[in-house]
């Protein structure tokens, strides 16, 4: 159940609440209109009054509402209505009458509107005029003259929507922080429908402003981008000429006026105001003399893949920094994935943004490897090559997404926890579809039976405990091709199969032979080192120990 505050501003605000809730809606949607509840029980209903036109009973219910604030005169407060819908979850049963007034007596007193047994509190009136929602509307004073309690009050509700989930077998929804983006309003929705749009303007600018900051790696970056994406942008600038903000607004979205309808990114998200993205990019700037990445499919994969150890091991604001990094990686990976899987992935990465926000601040600089080498993917369309790049990095994607879920769940965040379990369903999808393929292609190159039967052995002195499950999955042929490509290479097939045991556990994988294929491809990439190296790896001098080797078969976990 969702309950919305909404506030009305105005001499006229209240006339302009009543006459939408009683009229036909902005898509004809209002088919019945009626109260099922008031302040007092017998407030002037225009829906049920058959002898008298419904415009005059209207009229009358405002003079009704608004006669505390009437009494005021000049010292009437500048927001007189609050305007509350209340809905229900699709799947829910529909309520009676009789069941929405008891809930609005509920979000009313919760809310300060008019807390039980107060004969002195704010007006009100509930209108039903769909099965699933009802709305509240009441005038902000008092009918003693003074201002109701209301403060939290968005809090107040969403507490008591919780507990009438639960009194009345609703889907019980998760308690949020107040991170959550803004909700598209419901005229948002209807005006997308109108146009044609999957999604309301809104949501379309969050997704195109949150790319743009993956993307950039400075200011300029991010407002080119977004131009370049068709967004009309806006910067607020200070007499003194400094920009302190911004507005984006998507051309061919006007008002009654024909003027373009301006979203400042602090309404589209919280970490969507200019201040928090200049933080963001701070961190994501190169240095004046970068490293060479290298491949970035593979730095974004080994920078993933150690998201769980930052969760796990480190503290919570590098822990909420990686999230962040996450989550913008999983923004612009759409963009450089195969058509039939985009769709996959944007749900992910949509579901994920939720799992990005928390009242945990953010320390940023201890994901910037992972935020610059996906840019690295995004800038460089050619580096997508056969899908394996990408399937290796959605495979250490789900391991981290999953840690994520379980990082969240323990700290109660639980909007957070249920969006990354949704975006693990969206990524397994996506990884099916992407590795399947690409893991059916390295199989067919699988090395003889012989050879097999070799690197077997190599497979079963390295890790033991999950030998016969990497023997008995599909994916074995495409890991002992990895391995045999690998020994073509020049390296030691046994040294690169510990190495890329040792890089992190299994415990967690979904699919040992899978994790450890990927791995290998990345190791087996690399440049072979000499027979003097070979010989030092396999003979290493007492009391050392081969380089960037740690033991394997867990011992390394046990100490």
Same mark, same amino acid.
């Given at each position: 159940?969702?309950?919305?505050?909404?506030?009305?501003?105005?001499?006229?605000?209240?006339?302009?609440?009543?006459?939408?809730?009683?009229?036909?809606?902005?898509?004809?949607?209002?088919?019945?209109?009626?109260?099922?509840?008031?302040?007092?029980?017998?407030?002037?209903?225009?829906?049920?009054?058959?002898?008298?036109?419904?415009?005059?009973?209207?009229?009358?219910?405002?003079?009704?509402?608004?006669?505390?604030?009437?009494?005021? @005169?000049?010292?009437?407060?500048?927001?007189?209505?609050?305007?509350?819908?209340?809905?229900?979850?699709?799947?829910?049963?529909?309520?009676?009458?009789?069941?929405?007034?008891?809930?609005?007596?509920?979000?009313?007193?919760?809310?300060?509107?008019?807390?039980?047994?107060?004969?002195?509190?704010?007006?009100?009136?509930?209108?039903?005029?769909?099965?699933?929602?009802?709305?509240?509307?009441?005038? +902000?004073?008092?009918?003693?003259?003074?201002?109701?309690?209301?403060?939290?009050?968005?809090?107040?509700?969403?507490?008591?929507?919780?507990?009438?989930?639960?009194?009345?077998?609703?889907?019980?929804?998760?308690?949020?922080?107040?991170?959550?983006?803004?909700?598209?309003?419901?005229?948002?929705?209807?005006?997308?429908?109108?146009?044609?749009?999957?999604?309301?303007?809104?949501?379309?600018?969050?997704?195109?402003?949150?790319?743009?900051?993956?993307?950039?790696?400075?200011?300029?970056?991010?407002?080119?981008?977004?131009?370049?994406?068709?967004?009309?942008?806006?910067?607020?600038?200070?007499?003194?000429?400094?920009?302190?903000?911004?507005?984006?607004?998507?051309?061919?979205?006007?008002?009654?006026?024909?003027?373009?309808?301006?979203?400042?990114?602090?309404?589209?998200?919280?970490?969507?105001?200019?201040?928090?993205?200049?933080?963001?990019?701070?961190?994501?700037?190169?240095?004046?003399?970068?490293?060479?990445?290298?491949?970035?499919?593979?730095?974004?994969?080994?920078?993933?893949?150690?998201?769980?150890?930052?969760?796990?091991?480190?503290?919570?604001?590098?822990?909420?920094?990686?999230?962040?990094?996450?989550?913008?990686?999983?923004?612009?990976?759409?963009?450089?994935?195969?058509?039939?899987?985009?769709?996959?992935?944007?749900?992910?990465?949509?579901?994920?943004?939720?799992?990005?926000?928390?009242?945990?601040?953010?320390?940023?600089?201890?994901?910037?490897?992972?935020?610059?080498?996906?840019?690295?993917?995004?800038?460089?369309?050619?580096?997508?090559?056969?899908?394996?790049?990408?399937?290796?990095?959605?495979?250490?994607?789900?391991?981290?997404?999953?840690?994520?879920?379980?990082?969240?769940?323990?700290?109660?965040?639980?909007?957070?926890?249920?969006?990354?379990?949704?975006?693990?369903?969206? +990524?397994?999808?996506?990884?099916?579809?992407?590795?399947?393929?690409?893991?059916?292609?390295?199989?067919?190159?699988?090395?003889?039976?012989?050879?097999?039967?070799?690197?077997?052995?190599?497979?079963?002195?390295?890790?033991?405990?999950?030998?016969?499950?990497?023997?008995?999955?599909?994916?074995?042929?495409?890991?002992?091709?990895?391995?045999?490509?690998?020994?073509?290479?020049?390296?030691?097939?046994?040294?690169?199969?510990?190495?890329?045991?040792?890089?992190?556990?299994?415990?967690?994988?979904?699919?040992?032979?899978?994790?450890?294929?990927?791995?290998?491809?990345?190791?087996?990439?690399?440049?072979?080192?000499?027979?003097?190296?070979?010989?030092?790896?396999?003979?290493?001098?007492? @009391?050392?120990?081969?380089?960037?080797?740690?033991?394997?078969?867990?011992?390394?976990?046990?100490?």
């Amino acid at each position: 159940m969702i309950p919305k505050i909404i506030l009305g501003r105005g001499p006229e605000a209240t006339r302009r609440t009543i006459g939408y809730l009683f009229g036909k809606g902005r898509a004809n949607e209002h088919t019945d209109p009626h109260l099922v509840a008031s302040w007092n029980g017998f407030a002037p209903d225009p829906g049920r009054s058959p002898h008298r036109h419904p415009k005059e009973v209207e009229k009358q219910l405002v003079a009704q509402l608004d006669q505390p604030v009437q009494m005021l @005169g000049d010292k009437a407060p500048k927001d007189t209505v609050w305007h509350c819908p209340v809905r229900a979850a699709p799947e829910d049963p529909i309520l009676t009458d009789a069941q929405w007034a008891d809930i609005a007596r509920r979000i009313v007193a919760a809310a300060g509107i008019a807390p039980d047994g107060d004969e002195e509190a704010c007006r009100w009136v509930a209108v039903r005029h769909a099965d699933d929602h009802i709305h509240i509307a009441a005038t +902000l004073v008092r009918q003693d003259g003074r201002r109701p309690q209301r403060d939290y009050d968005q809090r107040a509700v969403q507490r008591e929507a919780r507990q009438i989930e639960i009194d009345y077998g609703l889907r019980r929804l998760k308690p949020g922080d107040g991170t959550a983006a803004k909700r598209p309003t419901s005229q948002e929705h209807f005006k997308a429908k109108r146009l044609g749009q999957d999604a309301t303007s809104r949501e379309i600018l969050r997704l195109r402003v949150r790319r743009a900051v993956a993307a950039a790696s400075s200011e300029a970056e991010f407002f080119a981008f977004l131009e370049a994406t068709g967004v009309n942008v806006r910067p607020k600038t200070e007499p003194s000429g400094d920009v302190t903000g911004y507005s984006v607004a998507l051309p061919g979205d006007v008002n009654k006026q024909d003027e373009p309808i301006w979203y400042a990114g602090s309404t589209l998200a919280g970490d969507l105001s200019l201040p928090k993205i200049r933080q963001r990019l701070t961190h994501t700037s190169p240095e004046p003399a970068p490293i060479p990445l290298g491949d970035p499919w593979h730095q974004a994969t080994a920078a993933t893949e150690r998201i769980p150890h930052h969760l796990t091991r480190g503290d919570d604001p590098a822990a909420q920094g990686q999230l962040v990094a996450l989550g913008a990686a999983l923004d612009l990976l759409p963009l450089t994935a195969p058509a039939g899987v985009r769709g996959e992935l944007e749900r992910a990465a949509s579901a994920f943004e939720r799992a990005t926000r928390s009242r945990i601040a953010a320390d940023d600089a201890s994901a910037r490897v992972l935020r610059r080498s996906v840019q690295a993917i995004w800038h460089n369309p050619a580096a997508v090559g056969d899908g394996s790049g990408l399937a290796m990095l959605i495979d250490a994607a789900l391991t981290a997404v999953a840690f994520a879920r379980h990082w969240h769940r323990t700290r109660q965040h639980a909007q957070q926890e249920a969006a990354a379990e949704q975006a693990l369903r969206h +990524l397994q999808t996506a990884y099916a579809q992407i590795a399947t393929p690409v893991l059916d292609s390295l199989a067919r190159h699988a090395p003889t039976l012989q050879t097999k039967h070799r690197l077997a052995q190599y497979v079963h002195k390295a890790v033991p405990t999950y030998a016969e499950r990497i023997l008995d999955d599909a994916a074995w042929d495409a890991l002992a091709a990895v391995l045999a490509e690998a020994e073509k290479a020049g390296h030691n097939a046994a040294t690169v199969l510990d190495q890329a045991v040792s890089q992190r556990t299994l415990d967690d994988a979904r699919s040992p032979a899978r994790t450890l294929t990927w791995r290998i491809q990345r190791l087996g990439q690399r440049h072979a080192p000499g027979p003097r190296a070979q010989a030092t790896v396999q003979h290493p001098v007492p @009391g050392t120990s081969a380089p960037g080797v740690r033991p394997a078969n867990g011992a390394a976990r046990r100490r």
